[in-house]
């Protein structure tokens, strides 16, 4: 079944910097990319998402990349904010089933 | 329209009592999954329900069973509790493939 890697596990930067975590997914099946982010207490939110017929996506200061060919995809979040720090998922789909990576925890210090 | 619902938002349990999950999904949804969440294990998958039949399986011990009814509400139950059951529980209602997520049922087993 499909696999989801995710790295790094925490990642802290300074307000403006910019934050790249990266997941790998193991079947080349897949062809839905979701990113959710979850604020502490609270619950998963999406907050952008790619499907395999694209190679980039941008949404504001987001943007996910994706590549099929070495099976995986990045987040990146530029001028980053303190209300960016949470723990962001990357997920991988196939036919139906959303499997997820194990989360980054992402801290932005002011 | 209204989110997605879970009920209780908090339980505790004793080890070997039985407990049961409620999930009301966003109004014309027809899929509903359920994750556990600990921390460090990121979003684990158990079970898809559509128009309730069990669609997907994840890998947890036949003492978490699931059910989908005809109003597509569905409810989890997991039995002969263990301290390692301890968790956030979530559930989350898809109309394509954006999942879409309730707030939790957070299990303290004892």
């Known amino acids: 079944g499909e696999n989801v890697e995710q790295h790094p596990s925490t990642l802290s930067v300074q307000e403006g910097d910019s934050a790249v975590i990266k997941c790998t997914y193991s079947?080349?099946?897949?062809?839905?990319f979701p990113w959710y982010k979850q604020e502490l207490g609270k619950r998963p939110q999406l907050i952008i998402d790619i499907r395999s017929n694209v190679g980039e996506k941008k949404d504001q200061r987001i943007a996910v990349t994706l590549n099929k060919t070495a099976k995986h995809f990045s987040l990146h979040i530029t001028e980053t904010q303190p209300e960016d720090s949470a723990v962001y998922f990357c997920?991988?789909?196939?036919?139906?089933?959303?499997?997820f990576g194990t989360g980054t925890r992402l801290l932005v210090s002011p | 329209k209204a989110g997605v619902t879970q009920t209780p938002r908090y339980l505790i349990k004793t080890r070997g009592q039985q407990v049961t999950l409620s999930c009301s999904p966003i109004s014309g949804h027809r899929s509903v999954s359920w994750y556990q969440q600990t921390p460090g294990q990121g979003l684990q998958f158990l079970f898809e329900?559509?128009?309730?039949?069990?669609?997907n399986k994840g890998n947890f011990p036949g003492r978490f069973s699931g059910r989908q009814f005809s109003n597509s509400r569905s409810e989890m139950n997991v039995s002969t509790l263990e301290l390692g059951d301890s968790a956030l529980y979530l559930c989350a209602s898809s109309l394509d493939r954006e999942a879409f997520f309730g707030q939790g049922t957070r299990l303290t087993v004892v």
């Open positions: 997920a991988a789909a196939g036919f139906q089933k959303l499997v």
């Open positions: 079947d080349s099946a897949s062809n839905y």
């Open positions: 329900y559509f128009s309730e039949t069990q669609r």
